[in-house]
């Protein structure tokens, strides 16, 4: 390499040195910024669009801003709340009153209330796409009731509201739907499941602090059918097996009836993959669902042998045929909503693209009424634990 290259190359180096350290890239400062982090939306009872932000407060996040020294007193986010005619005219009142401009850059979790929910949420998904800070990976949420009822839920392992909602999702507790998932769907009918909230108040818990004594947890999915919210919903067991079906189950657990003397035993089933698969022959279509998983014995309260390698191929075949029966109520709940919930058309679409278009009409009363479905469950018990009989009935002998 010559003097000359050598220059250059330097001098391209401590260029792109400059660029790395340039400070911020918009005209605007941090500083003047609110951001989002959770968006609530409702209907009220007069048919007004109700909007709620949650708002985390930097001034009450870092320990010694707020009172001088120690940690911030307060909780660390806000929620703002506005009624108009439409969410453009909510989201304006609500700016007018912040000191700091709205951006929806940090926003991962969108709840809707029920009454919005069973209307659609068409005007949500149109006031999204309008955004163009805002991410289509955005988790979508139901609530049964009102949906500010989520703002009394305590903050215990997390200090704000969002992450908890995040963390059910990376965890695999609740579906994982996005604006963007509901987007696809109504191309294809608007049929969908998406995760519901369930909140209570726990029995017993001291009354000085009206928050420490409510709960929220996970309260099944709501069944959309035609872009709305349906009265029929899985529970929240069906919603662990509507998981598994879309190959959003990582690990779960099945407790069976032993065969022997119908004591209780569980397995801890994981390696779950499942597939969805269209078959056309004869000018007519059926689909295939197949799941494979490996499994141990978690606990056991019946004195089978399980050394005996019959008995393991009865308890696999026992094991196959619960979930299997599992998966056939759940997809019989999306066919009384009259809901292609597991998007199935997508699949047919994707594979045999010709077909789809003859049959596209009259999907949604194929689906509901005759397609016909093909449930293949297949488990290995791969490792029955530290001990082959029970440990009750070992000691109680």
């Not at 599992?326 to 047919?348: C, E, G, H, P």
């Given at each position: 390499m010559t003097r000359t290259h050598r220059a250059v190359v330097t001098a391209m180096l401590v260029f792109l040195l400059f660029i790395g350290v340039g400070g911020c890239w918009s005209a605007q400062e941090l500083n003047n910024r609110a951001f989002v982090n959770t968006v609530l939306i409702d209907m009220t009872e007069d048919g007004q669009t109700e909007l709620t932000v949650g708002i985390p407060l930097p001034n009450r996040m870092i320990p010694g801003e707020a009172g001088g020294t120690g940690q911030p007193q307060g909780d660390p986010f806000s929620f703002v709340t506005r009624r108009a005619e439409n969410l453009s005219q909510a989201l304006n009142l609500i700016q007018v009153d912040l000191p700091r401009n709205l951006t929806f850059g940090q926003t991962r979790i969108i709840v809707i209330g029920r009454r919005q929910a069973e209307q659609g949420l068409d005007k949500v998904v149109e006031f999204v796409f309008r955004q163009p800070s805002f991410r289509l990976s955005a988790s979508l949420f139901i609530t049964p009731g009102d949906v500010k009822e989520i703002t009394k839920a305590p903050m215990v392992f997390e200090r704000i509201l969002s992450d908890i909602l995040r963390k059910y999702v990376n965890n695999h507790y609740t579906l994982d739907t996005t604006i963007k998932d509901y987007k696809l769907a109504l191309y294809q009918g608007g049929d969908i499941l998406i995760p519901l909230l369930n909140?209570?108040?726990?029995?017993?818990?001291?009354?000085?602090?009206?928050?420490?004594?409510?709960?929220?947890?996970?309260?099944?999915?709501?069944?959309?059918?035609?872009?709305?919210?349906?009265?029929?919903?899985?529970?929240?067991?069906?919603?662990?097996?509507?998981?598994?079906?879309?190959?959003?189950?990582?690990?779960?657990?099945?407790?069976?009836?032993?065969?022997?003397?119908?004591?209780?035993?569980?397995?801890?089933?994981?390696?779950?993959?499942?597939?969805?698969?269209?078959?056309?022959?004869?000018?007519?279509?059926?689909?295939?669902?197949?799941?494979?998983?490996?499994?141990?014995?978690?606990?056991?309260?019946?004195?089978?042998?399980?050394?005996?390698?019959?008995?393991?191929?009865?308890?696999?075949?026992?094991?196959?045929?619960?979930?299997?029966?599992?998966?056939?109520?759940?997809?019989?709940?999306?066919?009384?909503?009259?809901?292609?919930?597991?998007?199935?058309?997508?699949?047919?679409?994707?594979?045999?693209?010709?077909?789809?278009?003859?049959?596209?009409?009259?999907?949604?009363?194929?689906?509901?009424?005759?397609?016909?479905?093909?449930?293949?469950?297949?488990?290995?018990?791969?490792?029955?634990?530290?001990?082959?009989r029970s440990v009750v009935h070992e000691t109680n002998r």
């Open positions: 909140f209570g108040e726990l029995p017993g818990v001291a009354q000085e602090d009206p928050k420490k004594n409510r709960w929220m947890g996970s309260g099944g999915a709501a069944i959309f059918s035609g872009g709305k919210m349906s009265k029929i919903k899985l529970n929240p067991s069906e919603q662990q097996t509507a998981l598994w079906i879309s190959s959003q189950l990582k690990n779960t657990t099945v407790t069976i009836a032993s065969p022997t003397d119908d004591k209780e035993m569980s397995f801890f089933i994981e390696g779950i993959k499942t597939g969805i698969e269209p078959v056309v022959q004869g000018g007519q279509v059926s689909f295939r669902i197949q799941s494979n998983a490996k499994a141990f014995v978690e606990t056991s309260l019946s004195h089978i042998d399980l050394k005996d390698p019959m008995v393991l191929q009865q308890l696999e075949e026992i094991l196959n045929k619960q979930v299997e029966e599992q998966f056939i109520s759940v997809l019989n709940k999306t066919r009384q909503a009259r809901s292609d919930a597991f998007l199935m058309s997508q699949y047919l679409d994707w594979r045999y693209p010709k077909f789809w278009h003859t049959m596209q009409d009259q999907w949604k009363n194929y689906y509901a009424k005759e397609l016909p479905i093909e449930v293949d469950v297949d488990i290995k018990l791969n490792r029955t634990g530290g001990v082959y």
